[in-house]
């Protein structure tokens, strides 16, 4: 981060980030907001838990973390002015120099609340943005983290203007220095996002060509996805062998990691083990980790790993699909496995019962419970992958009438042309379609294909 954004109201500090870490851990209290008129999906103590989780993520001190019961959402400062000024009492009394919300504030709402409390208030996305900042470990993970941080202060510039007019209109300067002095902040910004968006799709181009030469190799991308701490890193560890760390902490894997690994009948796949996702993950973020998540992006299958001993597994599962769906992975293209993680902590004699009422999220293939910990259950899912992936690619005959230029280009793109021949009727294409399009052929395709089983 140029030094020079600094001190002109663009609060960031090293590179991009939005709280500067003193050697004292920061003295924070948290929030967590529950909307009682809403339709719960989450437990309001799970997610206190999840936040004290992040909080804890960089070590921060937790002096107070609460749920607070909420009507409405006030305009201002988004919680009541009531509990406002408690609040403010606390941060005084207990000397708090940070509070965090758990939802996402508008920028006015940031700064009121920071105008009433007397300390610095981040919300939900901020801290996630924050721990990304500092746990991003490779060249490309610390430009990705720094870009999101950017276009997350980018917005909050252009929206409070009016309070960085103030801060600085202060000291005897006549007028102050007013929106030229905005634009001009952000256009530095703007200006830092195009360097950075620049040296990042470098980094992407090269990883591309790695990719390219791996691709040679013929060996099936199995990724690991799911909600933080669900477990895929210490699965990841059990089937290769590594040893990425993997801990009881938010967002202990921030890049993507690849490493061999043999099925029982001595197939060879590519395992990756990548970021875990969490609810109302930042957009930017998930924007700028699209690089890092090529590998599920392209993978032959994904295992979808849930930690099935969480009381809030369910909304997780929901969670990681729908960013999935943002990264345009979807089960009917790649075929998703669940893998039902922690089942060593389902009580034993409730244990088959739990695992039975388990509702699968999105459009999965199959489903194996097992304890990445134990070890129980991790045979059976090499055997899954291994039956999934040998259900291999499909051979189709299908004939297309000379008009539906549109439907051969689609095969082209989608499948292996064996054979083409022409005739008065059309063109009668023999194809091999891989498990991932599978799906799409058939509904787009449907009574017309022939000479396969479905
Ligand atoms: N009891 C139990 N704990 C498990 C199991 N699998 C993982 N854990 C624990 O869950 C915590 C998180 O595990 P990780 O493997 O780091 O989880 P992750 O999904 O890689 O998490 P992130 O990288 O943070 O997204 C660690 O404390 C693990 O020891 C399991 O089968 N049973
Ligand atoms: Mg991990």
């Known amino acids: 981060m140029s030094n020079n954004l600094e001190g002109q109201g663009v609060e960031l500090h090293g590179r991009g980030r939005l709280v500067e870490l003193q050697k004292q851990p920061t003295k924070c209290a948290l929030i967590t907001p529950d909307l009682y008129r809403v339709a719960k999906k989450r437990d309001a103590e799970v997610k206190k838990q999840e936040f004290e989780g992040l909080a804890r993520a960089i070590k921060l001190d937790i002096v107070i973390s609460e749920i607070l019961q909420l009507k409405e959402i006030k305009p201002a400062t988004f919680v009541g002015g009531g509990f406002v000024d408690s609040l403010a009492e606390t941060v005084k009394e207990q000397k ?49 983290v720094e870009l999101a941080h950017l276009n997350y202060q980018k917005g909050r510039l252009v929206r409070s203007w009016t309070h960085l007019e103030r801060q600085r209109g202060g000291g005897g300067f006549i007028g102050g220095p007013g929106e030229t002095q905005i634009e001009s902040d ?36 199995i990724a690991l996805v799911g909600y933080t701490n669900a477990g ?52 930017d973020l998930i924007a700028a980790f699209r690089a890092t998540l090529e590998e599920v992006i392209g993978a032959d299958i994904i295992l979808h790993v849930r930690d099935v001993s969480s009381k809030d597994n369910v909304a997780q599962a929901q969670d990681v699909i729908s960013v999935l769906k943002l990264l345009g ?4 293209e790649t075929p998703i496995i669940e893998v039902y993680n922690k089942i060593d902590m389902l009580a034993k004699n409730e244990e088959e019962d739990a695992i039975d009422n388990i509702i699968p999220v999105g459009t999965v293939i199959s489903s194996i419970a097992l304890s990445a910990i134990s070890g129980e259950g991790i045979d059976e899912l090499l055997l899954e992958i291994e039956k999934t992936l040998a259900q291999g690619a499909k051979s189709f005959k299908i004939l297309l009438e ?22 008065e009727q059309g063109s009668e294409f023999t194809i091999r379609v891989e498990p991932r399009y599978l799906f799409a052929l058939q509904s787009r395709f449907g009574k017309k294909l022939t000479g396969s089983i479905l």
């Open 186 to 221: 952000r256009r530095q910004i703007q200006e830092r996002i195009g360097k950075l968006e620049k040296r990042i799709a470098k980094i992407a181009q090269t990883r591309k060509l790695h990719r390219k030469k791996r691709d040679a190799v013929p060996y099936p991308v």
């Open 402 to 423: 000379h008009e539906r230029g549109e439907d051969a280009a689609w095969l082209y793109q989608h499948s292996e042309i064996i054979e083409r021949i022409e005739s």
């Open 232 to 283: 895929k890193s210490t699965l990841f560890n059990r089937i290769t062998g590594a040893k990425v760390m993997a801990k009881d902490l938010l967002f202990a894997t921030l890049d993507t990691t690849v490493r061999k690994a043999k099925l029982p009948h001595g197939r060879t796949i590519m395992l990756s083990d990548t970021v875990g996702f969490i609810s109302e993950l930042p957009t």
């Open 96 to 144: 708090i120099e940070l509070v965090l919300f758990n939802v996402s504030l508008s920028p006015v709402q940031q700064r009121n609340l920071e105008n009433r409390l007397g300390a610095k208030v981040l919300d939900r996305t901020a801290l996630i943005l924050e721990i990304f900042g500092e746990r991003a470990a490779t060249r490309e993970g610390v430009l990705q």
């Open 329 to 332: 992975v979807n089960g009917e």
